[in-house]
């Protein structure tokens, strides 16, 4: 049941990072709020958020197979 439980949690801080890449969620400790983020940022925010995505999936798959 754990195991699920942070399956569905990482998919959907993936989903969220995903949709809504400039959040104050994912800003670096230092930075400027208020500043625009660089699109090599934003890529690669969607790609760490597809990859949490793909392994919370896995989890929840390792989750409900393991009942």
Do not use: N
């Not at 959907?12 to 699109?39: H, V």
């Amino acid at each position: 049941m754990p195991v699920l439980i942070m399956g569905i949690v990482l998919a959907a801080i993936g989903w969220f990072a995903r949709k809504k890449p400039e959040s104050w969620w994912f800003r670096r400790f230092g930075e400027d709020w208020d500043a625009e983020l660089s699109e090599d940022r934003r890529w690669y925010l969607r790609f760490a958020g597809m990859i949490l995505m793909i392994f919370g999936g896995l989890l929840c798959l390792a989750g409900v197979f393991s009942i």
